[in-house]
């Protein structure tokens, strides 16, 4: 009887821990995982993680946005697109004529634009699996994305990330458990950040391919659009310093609150993976990405 009712207490315990991390020795999780589309060897793949940095004010971001959805279905499985809405072209001006009172910003966003410099650089532009950092070529023009990203989808992933979502409708909040799984023995520090992302929202934009007179469009589709983060704009530090290949960090994030503005059924998390290492030649390259519906 004392051991059921200790029993019990643990799991009472356990249900109200907002975010954990276990290091699983061989773990094979379930749920969605970064395996290259049409796959038939059982490689995994690295997935690329393209940063559409863009503003409702900039009329040359609609074709960034146009090319980012021809790459996502042209290497289908393969890309994780992220919409970054930061700077002055995505500021909100409710009065203006023509008015813009649609808030596409949050703080991930605006961080990773003033870090990176961005919209200072002069939008549309991006980051592919942010290679490069410190580089000419870190900053990519849209119309370079596509050769990119080509170059990077056949690599073999050091990384698998499975994503794991459970949605509560009446609270609307989301618990995600989030594996990271060693397919190498890797020496460094590397962190993984979470992400809600949005899909299929309707809001202005101006758009200067079309004529003129008709460029501003009040029921233009965004997607992709980073609403948050689950954990930190920098994520959560998941190795410190050596992983063994097959083990698995696997992190649970409790209970994340959606905003009531928010369609769930239009939501995803996206998790990736980065060198976080500050004297590495290679710091903040992403090395694997991943997303899943939020229900």
Not at 20 to 28: H, K, P
Not at 172 to 187: D, E, F, H
Not at 268 to 275: G, L, M, P, W
Request: proline content about 3%; overall charge positive.
């Amino acid at each position: 009887m004392k051991k059921k009712f200790l029993l019990l207490c643990f799991f009472l315990t356990s249900a109200f821990i907002y975010q954990s991390c276990d290091y699983v020795i061989n773990a094979v999780p379930a749920g969605t995982a970064s395996t290259g589309s049409g796959s038939t060897t059982g490689i995994i793949y690295r997935k690329v993680l393209i940063e559409d940095y863009t503003g409702h004010k900039c009329g040359n971001c609609p074709a960034a946005a146009r090319e980012l959805h021809k790459l996502d279905s042209l290497y289908s499985g393969k890309i994780v697109p992220l919409a970054i809405h930061a700077g002055f072209y995505a500021n909100v001006t409710p009065t203006s004529v023509p008015a813009y009172p649609t808030n596409l910003k949050c703080q991930a966003s605006t961080d990773y634009d003033t870090f990176f410099g961005n919209s200072t650089a002069g939008n549309p532009n991006g980051l592919v699996n942010r290679i490069g950092f410190g580089g000419a070529a870190f900053i990519k023009q849209w119309s370079d994305w596509g050769s990119s990203a080509y170059s990077m989808i056949s690599m073999p992933a050091d990384f698998k990330i499975t994503i794991s979502n459970t949605y509560n409708v009446g609270s609307n909040q989301v618990t995600s458990v989030v594996t990271t799984k060693a397919l190498n023995s890797k020496s460094g520090t590397y962190n993984l950040v979470v992400l809600m992302v949005e899909d299929s929202i309707v809001a202005e934009q101006i758009d200067y391919s079309l004529p003129a007179g008709s460029q501003y469009v009040t029921n233009y589709v965004f997607n992709h659009v980073v609403r948050g983060a689950v954990n930190s704009s920098w994520g959560d530090q998941i190795i410190a310093s050596t992983i063994t290949a097959k083990d698995s960090i696997v992190k649970t994030y409790a209970n994340f609150q959606l905003s009531a503005t928010w369609k769930y059924k239009h939501c995803k998390i996206v998790a990736f993976v980065y060198d976080a290492l500050s004297t590495s030649t290679t710091q903040y390259e992403v090395l694997q990405a991943e997303s899943k519906d939020v229900n």
